[in-house]
C-alpha cells in the first residue's frame, strides 16, 4: 500500500526519512515535501486516491506533534473518509441549471408559496411550468430522451427549488426518488414503459418505500409467471396523482409461518421492489391527508387489494430489495437533503434581512450577540450540509458503493433545517408565530424531513449500523 508523506511541523521541505511506516511501505516518488503552510492545499492536490497519509513527527515529542501526526493518518485509514478531496467548485453547466431553477424559484414558487399552503391546492398548473422548464424527470438518462443530469447536478437543483417553496416542489421530489430506482435497475423494456412517458407530458411517479413495519406492510406472493400484492402504505407523496408506483413488498409467507408472526427479522431484510401503474385494479387509495407542512402536497395512504402483476413489474430479481435500496440511496438522500438545504438557507436569508430591519434598544437587532450568534450557527450549519450533500452527490456519481456519506448527509441535514426553521421563527420574535410572516410556515414545512423518507432516529440507526459493519 503506497503511504503519502506529510511533514507537517518542518520549517523545510523534506521527504521522508523513511522507507517503511506501520508495516507499509512508502512510496518515494509520493513521498512528497512540505511546506507546513502549503501543507494543505498540497493534500487537497495530492491525497486523492492515495491509500495513506503518516508523518514524520510521530519521531518528534509534545502533544502537538502527536496530534498532528495521528490524525491525519486516523482520518486516511477509514475507507469511506479517505475520499473527502472532492472539487465542489461548480462548471458552467451546473452554475446554468442553478440559474434556471433558482429563476423558476423565484418566479413561480417563493410568489406562490403561502397561497398554495393555506388552499392546499395541488399545483397542478406550476408543476406543468416546470416540466416545460425540465425541471422535472432531470435524471432519466439522455438515452431515453432525458437530461441525464448527475446527482450533484440534481442536488444544486433540488437546493433551489427547496429554497423557492419545499410544498410545490415536494412532488417532483418524491417523483425524482421514484425514478431513480428504475434509472439504476429497470429493464429497457421498463425504461421505455415507464420512464419515456413522464418525458411526453407533465407526469409524475410515486413510491411506497417506506414507513414503519406497522403501519406499511405490502406483501407478494408468486402465481405461475405473475405476482400478486397486497397489504396496504401509509403514506404516499402523489398518491392517486401518479403514473406509477415503485412499491417495497415481502415475500408472503403467513400462511406457511402462521399469521401472527408475520415473517421473521430476516424476512423484513428480504423484501422486493414492484412497479404498480395507477389503474392497475385493486390499487385503492385512501382520503388525502390533511397535512401540517407541504400542505400542497397530496399525500394518502393506500391499500393493495389483490393486485395481479406481470412477471415484467418486478424491478431487478426477487429479494434484491435491499442491495437496490442501500445502491439507491446514496443518490436519493443527497437530493432529499440538498431540499433540507434549501429550506434552511431560505429561512437564514429570511432571518437576516429581518435582523436588519428590527431595532430594539437603539439598535438593529442583529447587532444584540444573542441574535448574532443565532445567526452565525443557522449559517455554519447551512454550510455544513450543503458540504456533505455535495461531498455524497460527488461521491454517488464516482460509482462509490458506501452509503455513510448519503446517511451522514440525510442525517445532518434532518435535524439541521429544524433546528434553523426554529430558530428563524425565534428571530422574528412574536412576528415569527404568525401567517403574516414567511418563517413560521418554512418551520411547519421542515418537520416533515425528520419524518419521511425514514426518521431522524431511523437514519441514525441506519449510520450506526453502516459504521459497525464496516469495521
Ligand atoms: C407527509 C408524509 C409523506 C410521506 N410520504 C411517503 C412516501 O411518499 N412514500 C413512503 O414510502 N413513505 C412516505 N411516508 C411515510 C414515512 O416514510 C413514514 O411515516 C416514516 O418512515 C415513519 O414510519 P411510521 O410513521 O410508521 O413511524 P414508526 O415506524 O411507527 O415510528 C414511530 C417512532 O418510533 C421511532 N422508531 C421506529 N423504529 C425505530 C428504531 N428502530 N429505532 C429508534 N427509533 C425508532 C421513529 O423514529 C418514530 O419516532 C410519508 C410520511 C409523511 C408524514
Known amino acids: 500500500m503506497p503511504l503519502l508523506y506529510v511533514n507537517f511541523l518542518s520549517p523545510v521541505p523534506r521527504r521522508a526519512p523513511f ?3 506501520f508495516g507499509h511501505t512508502i512510496d518515494a516518488k509520493r513521498s512528497v515535501p512540505f511546506f507546513p503552510n502549503k501543507m494543505l492545499i498540497s493534500l487537497l492536490r495530492e491525497a486523492v486516491g492515495w491509500t495513506g497519509v503518516v508523518s514524520s513527527n510521530l519521531w ?3 502533544p502537538r506533534a502527536v496530534l498532528s501526526s495521528f490524525l491525519p493518518v486516523l482520518v486516511y485509514s477509514f475507507p469511506s473518509l479517505r475520499k473527502v478531496m472532492l472539487n465542489h467548485k461548480l462548471t458552467g453547466d451546473q452554475l446554468e441549471y ?3 431553477a433558482r429563476d423558476f424559484a423565484e418566479r413561480e414558487l417563493a410568489p406562490n408559496a403561502h397561497k398554495f399552503d393555506s388552499s392546499a391546492e395541488f399545483p397542478r398548473e406550476i408543476l406543468s411550468r416546470a416540466f416545460e422548464s425540465g425541471l422535472l424527470n432531470t435524471q432519466v438518462p439522455e438515452a431515453l430522451g432525458g437530461l441525464g443530469l448527475s446527482t450533484y ?8 427549488l427547496g429554497a423557492g417553496d419545499c410544498g410545490i416542489a415536494g412532488s417532483a421530489e418524491a417523483s425524482t426518488f421514484a425514478q ?4 439504476d435497475f429497470g429493464s429497457k423494456e421498463q425504461h421505455d414503459e415507464y420512464l419515456t412517458p413522464l418525458l411526453d407530458q407533465p407526469a409524475l411517479a410515486g413510491y411506497a418505500a417506506g414507513g414503519g413495519i406497522k403501519s406499511s406492510r405490502v406483501f407478494f406472493r408468486r402465481e405461475g409467471d405473475e405476482y400478486i400484492l397486497s397489504g396496504r402504505h401509509g403514506a404516499i407523496i402523489n398518491g392517486g396523482v401518479a403514473q406509477w408506483y415503485l412499491v417495497r413488498a415481502q415475500e408472503d409467507r403467513r400462511e406457511t409461518e402462521g399469521r401472527s408472526k408475520g415473517g421473521s427479522s430476516a424476512d423484513k431484510e428480504s423484501f422486493s421492489y414492484f412497479i404498480v401503474k395507477a389503474d392497475d385494479d385493486g390499487l385503492v387509495f385512501g382520503e388525502r391527508s390533511a397535512l401540517l407542512g407541504r400542505r400542497c402536497m397530496v399525500a394518502t395512504s393506500a391499500r393493495f387489494e389483490e393486485i395481479l402483476l406481470p412477471a415484467t413489474s418486478l424491478l431487478g430479481t426477487i ?7 442501500t445502491r439507491c440511496l446514496t443518490k436519493t438522500y443527497p437530493l432529499a437533503a440538498a431540499g433540507m438545504v434549501g429550506v434552511a438557507r431560505a429561512s437564514l436569508e429570511h432571518a437576516i434581512k429581518y435582523a436588519k430591519e428590527r431595532t430594539t434598544f437603539g439598535v438593529n437587532i442583529g447587532n444584540h450577540q444573542a441574535i448574532a450568534f443565532m445567526l452565525a450557527d443557522m449559517a455554519k450549519d447551512v454550510e455544513a450540509a450543503r458540504l456533505l450533500v455535495y461531498q455524497a452527490a460527488q461521491l454517488a456519481d464516482q460509482g462509490h458503493v458506501s452509503t455513510t456519506e448519503a446517511v451522514c448527509a440525510k442525517a445532518f441535514a434532518q435535524d439541521m433545517v429544524m433546528r434553523t426553521t426554529c430558530d428563524a421563527v ?17 418551520m411547519r414545512d421542515a418537520k416533515v424531513y425528520q419524518l419521511f423518507e425514514n426518521t431522524s432516529e431511523s437514519t441514525k440507526v441506519e449510520l450506526g449500523r453502516e459504521l459497525v459493519m464496516s469495521v
Open 319 to 325: 429479494g434484491q430489495g435491499l442491495e437496490i435500496h
Open 153 to 160: 447536478d440534481g442536488a444544486i437543483i433540488a437546493e433551489e
Open 180 to 183: 431513480q430506482f428504475l434509472i
Open 19 to 21: 522507507k517503511h511506516c
Open 60 to 62: 518528534k515529542t509534545g
Open 426 to 442: 425565534q428571530i422574528f420574535g412574536g412576528y415569527g408565530f404568525s401567517r403574516e410572516y414567511p418563517v413560521e410556515k418554512l
Open 98 to 100: 442553478q440559474k434556471l
